[in-house]
């Protein structure tokens, strides 16, 4: 059987050719080896051409030109040899090295999104032209994989934005959209969608005698004029950026950098076999590794319809009413205005409910391709936004979401109201984040059509969603709340009733172990300053106070009842809420916040609510130590999580403890790093803990991996 024809050439005019990417098998265009190959033939027949003076590049795809490299074939060559490495960055060059080394004049027509390879593709082309459209962006995602640019990026986009913009987008990894582009010189212009090829044409027949692009060709193959001192100065304000930025754990932005200011003093030609000897350098390394593992998680998840029939019929939500003004009813409520989804907000304080929609209204507001809040934006949210006390009103939309104080009774009340009400095919969901989906369904005439859709705080910031399925939750139900969280930007993981749900299921044996070391003398500063260390956002101590003392304690109740064999009840706690020290909140909690800046600083005073409690005398543990008794008993929840087959897939533990948590994405999930150490020497690692008790006592599936030397990923 023939390859399926993924490139089409074609002739829109005489003297002009057209290479249109649109692979049928694929809704993304992507630069796998066969395209390349596929595109290198077509190049040779253009050059065959003597009356070709101009090729336009576009996608037959709607919003999207080309997505990148095929990241499962770099996957595939993880192990190969670095000159094996260097030679593919080498062969993306010279073959787009073609397009801005031919007698013609070559002009990419982007539409939607352009990135990664397709974005190397696009910067050796003379030309680029850029649609209007919303999705349309331009960007270097590498580093985000742990590697950078290897056709050429680090090479070309100095020469056309300038280094300074370059070394910004290429060490960031953030896409710019056309308005930013043309600003910075990096697209020749923009026009409307259906316009793009056309636009492409005039400009090729306005250079057809001028040939203004051969003296650019020329300048773009030396050197970039810089001075020592303009070289120094930028290289040291972006190492120290960046430094601050990764912490030392992301080694790719500074690598990016390196390779950016030594290539900008040489020619093109030394510039890019530097390149592709940094790439090589960082390719298939642990942290490497990691990264492209999240990306895999992120891709499996945006396939995943959330049931294991991918048929099933699901609810289309076209409207949305959020009950609770708070701040997460009001985050919730403003996530849907920023997707185009209608939204009915609603409080039994109107008082409540007035400030909620200006909140919504103003974050609504913010216009990304400008970076401010503007009254247009503001306008288009309020065209989405409406603010109710009718119960008519509020059971319209096709899916009410509740999302009130965390009481059973008082959320049961309100769907006794509501449920009646509803349409046949709307769904009725909580926000909960610790009571059971299956308790609050209880006395529901239609519990198949209850479900958790537990937003993480705060809800602008947090891409994670966790769909809660009850007992009686269908599958019709569980697809339609996963569909719909994908609609609003998230990824949605499936989880089955429990104590906690997942995350914080995990989150809280971490938390309290650090209540545990508290109690044995371990410092709270040393304590936060491990977990940092390993990748943490913030260290555990300092989290409780930002979640709020008082509301760890009351969830952490939650917890002891149901986990008391592995649950430290520790005093310290309820000793600072009965203080009233509860936290940022309240401006005192663990650390003081009565600072200018609010940010945590030691408070001699907190001595006295945890001095009283410590026992002993502090073991003789290392920071390492340290470290995996903060992890290790995370790592066992997670695998009762799994034995109780409260996750569909384990994958989907890392994917919630890095969006819904913070876990580091450059140690790849928790699993995944459990995975890189190896059962065996996990069990070996808890040893020292023995005496603990069940907080440090293997489970049956660690065991049987270690036995057998399976991974979880294996599972």
């Not at 692979?23 to 027949?45: C, F, M, Q, W, Y």
């Not at 709607?62 to 997505?67: D, S």
């Not at 642990?286 to 999240?294: E, F, Q, R, S, T």
């Not at 290392?622 to 290790?632: E, N, V, Y």
Request: glycine residues 10%.
């Amino acid at each position: 059987m023939l390859p399926t024809a993924t490139i089409e050439l074609s002739f829109p005019q005489a003297g002009i050719a057209q290479l249109i990417f649109n692979d049928p098998t694929k809704g993304a265009n992507i630069l796998s080896r066969s395209v390349l190959d596929e595109l290198e033939k077509h190049l040779d027949e253009i050059d065959g051409c003597d009356d070709i003076y101009g090729l336009v590049i576009v996608s037959g795809k709607p919003e999207i030109f080309i997505a990148g490299a095929d990241i499962r074939e770099f996957v595939a060559s993880v192990d190969a040899p670095k000159q094996e490495i260097a030679a593919m960055s080498q062969r993306g060059q010279q073959l787009f090295a073609r397009l801005s080394s031919s007698r013609y004049l070559s002009v990419a027509a982007i539409d939607g999104v352009c990135v990664g390879g397709g974005a190397e593709l696009a910067v050796w082309c003379d030309r680029r032209i850029l649609s209007t459209g919303p999705k349309t962006e331009l960007g270097f995602p590498e580093v985000k994989l742990g590697i950078f640019p290897g056709w050429g990026g680090t090479v070309r986009l100095p020469r056309i934005v300038g280094l300074s913009n370059a070394v910004e987008m290429i060490t960031s990894g953030d896409s710019v959209a056309a308005a930013a582009a043309a600003k910075m010189g990096l697209a020749d212009d923009v026009t409307s969608p259906d316009d793009l090829v056309a636009a492409a044409i005039r400009m090729i027949d306005q250079e057809k005698e001028t040939k203004s692009y051969l003296p650019e060709r020329e300048v773009r193959s030396g050197a970039i004029s810089l001075s020592e001192t303009e070289l120094g100065f930028l290289g040291a304000t972006a190492s120290a950026y960046i430094q601050g930025q990764t912490k030392g754990q992301y080694p790719a932005p500074l690598a990016a950098l390196e390779v950016l200011l030594g290539g900008a003093m040489m020619d093109a030609a030394a510039a890019l076999e530097m390149e592709a000897t940094g790439l090589a350098g960082l390719f298939g390394t642990p942290v490497n590794a990691a990264l492209m593992n999240v990306f895999f998680l992120t891709d499996r998840n945006k396939k995943d319809v959330g049931v294991e029939d991918s048929h099933v019929e699901k609810t289309k939500i076209n409207s949305v009413s959020v009950i609770g003004a708070g701040i997460m009813g009001a985050g919730i409520a403003a996530a849907n205005i920023r997707r185009g989804v209608f939204t009915t907000m609603a409080d039994a304080n109107e008082e409540a409910l007035r400030r909620g929609v200006a909140g919504v209204l103003d974050e609504a507001s913010y216009d990304r391709d400008v970076g401010k809040k503007t009254v247009a934006k503001a306008v288009e949210g309020a065209a989405l936004l409406n603010g109710s006390t009718s119960d008519a009103e509020i059971t319209s939309a096709k899916l009410v979401i509740e999302a009130i104080v965390e009481n059973l009774e008082v959320k049961r009340k309100i769907y006794a109201r509501l449920e009646p009400q509803l349409a046949d095919d709307a769904i009725l969901a909580s926000n909960t984040s610790t009571l059971p989906i299956t308790k609050l369904a209880e006395g529901l005439a239609k519990p198949e059509r209850f479900v958790g859709i537990h937003f993480f705080n705060p809800v602008r910031k947090m891409k994670l969603v966790e769909v809660i399925r009850g007992e009686q939750t269908s599958d019709e139900t569980v697809a339609s709340a996963v569909a719909y969280a994908k609609r609003l930007g998230k990824f949605p993981i499936v989880v089955n009733d429990g104590p906690g749900f997942l995350v914080n299921r995990l989150l809280f044996p971490y938390m309290n172990e650090s209540l545990a070391l508290l109690q044995e003398g371990v410092s709270m500063e040393r304590i936060d300053k491990c977990a940092k260390k390993f990748g943490m956002p913030i260290g555990p101590i300092a989290l409780y106070d930002m979640v709020g003392i008082d509301t760890a304690f009351y969830a952490g109740r939650t917890m002891y009842d149901a986990f008391p064999d592995r649950t430290l009840a520790s005093p310290i706690l309820p000793a600072l809420v009965k203080a009233g020290r509860l936290g940022n909140k309240t401006g005192q909690g663990f650390y003081n916040y009565e600072n200018r800046r609010g940010k945590a600083e030691p408070d001699p005073a907190v001595a006295k609510y945890i001095d009283p409690y410590i026992r002993g005398t502090p073991r003789d543990e290392t920071d390492a130590q340290l470290t995996d008794r903060l992890f290790l008993p995370m790592l066992l929840e997670a695998t009762r999580a799994i034995e109780a087959k409260i996750v569909r897939d384990v994958r989907d533990i890392d994917l919630g403890l890095i969006f819904g948590l913070g876990f580091p994405p450059f140690k790849g999930g928790l699993m995944f790093w459990a995975d890189t150490i190896g059962a065996a020497k996990l069990v070996e690692r808890l040893k020292p803990w023995a005496d603990l008790g069940s907080r440090y006592q293997p489970t049956e599936l660690l065991l049987e991996l270690a036995k057998s030397g399976k991974k979880f990923y294996e599972l």
